[in-house]
């Protein structure tokens, strides 16, 4: 008995040996080279590295950039997009409404009316801000139930907002400014000036960033006061915004680039191509996952290469903990991946 435990022991050893000497499926893919287009036709799957780092993905299994897990029909139209922990929203900017879904297996919870032409949608950690663009107007809705809070005026073209921990910003596009408004109540603690159109806004901890669209650059404000830190030089039309824990990447549409500013100070760490109308973008804790007029985009946030791509219209995007979200608006529907 003693002699078959040995003998068993020694061949677990040898295979788990050989098994450490021949690369695993995963291994193989890691070091392939980075795939330009991922879809149908493309020859492999490429290998989310950011997934180690990741518990979610790896408890879901979840190994593979750019491959759409599921698709969510909606109404009207989806813009803008948020997380609120469990839940996907979705504002439908042709059907006056914001639907939840579910994140975990895409069921939608419930669609809920707002104000006219609802465009971008932000979590404040307890209930949802809905920006209505024609009536110049933000509704705030508790998240548990879609039920309605409040409804508080704002400037004319309100768009992209951002929370900073206890308040919520709002740019006014044709005002060329941003209101703050208290997430507790809705009350407004100040209108201030940026740049030419703005339209959507980031949080970096301590101060809040907004693009300005009609003019080639971003806006720093201190976000306890107002006051504006800096006015810094990006591509042609700036839209989306997103940090990342220690920069701000900002996708400037007409010219089809992305540019990296350090958040700290603003210097310009990088501009990266992004061709055919960028839109959106969104951090998932290693990647920067950019929406777009033709194409979806995924850039690799330590040195801005594109490790992935999805021929795909979309604009809003999202990250959920594990998987992002990415309105399709043409196609009323919303895309995991």
Known sequence: MRT????????????????????????????????????????????????????????????????????????????????DGA????????????????????????????????????????????????????????????????????????????????????????DNTVTKLRALDGKTLGTFPVGNSPIAMAFDGTSVWVTNGGANTVTKLRASDGTVLGTFTVGNGPLGIAFDGANMWVVSRPDGTVTKLRARDGTVLGTFPAPDGPYGIAFDGTYMWLSGDLYMRVLRASDGVEVASRQVQTSGVAFDGAYVWIAQTNANRLLKF
């Open 4 to 83: 078959r435990i040995v003998i068993g022991v020694s061949l677990t050893v040898v295979v788990l040996a050989m098994a450490n000497l021949l690369p695993s499926q995963a291994q193989k893919a890691a070091s392939m080279p980075a795939q330009a287009q991922v879809g149908p036709m493309a020859e492999a799957p490429i290998l989310d590295q950011g997934a180690r780092l990741n518990p979610l993905k790896i408890g879901l299994l979840h190994w593979y950039m750019a491959d759409i897990a599921t698709f969510v029909a909606v109404s009207g139209q989806p813009y803008g997009l948020c997380f």
């Open 87 to 174: 839940n996907i929203w979705s504002a439908d900017f042709a059907g006056n409404t914001v639907t939840k879904v579910r994140a975990n297996d895409g069921e939608v919870l419930g669609t809920f009316k707002v104000g006219t032409q609802p465009y971008g949608v932000t979590f404040d950690g307890a209930n949802v801000w809905v920006s209505n663009q024609i009536d110049s107007t933000v509704t705030k809705l508790r998240a548990f139930d879609g039920k309605t809070l409040g409804t508080f005026r704002v400037g004319r073209g309100p768009s992209w907002m951002t929370f900073d921990g206890a308040n919520i910003w709002v740019p006014n596009g044709p």
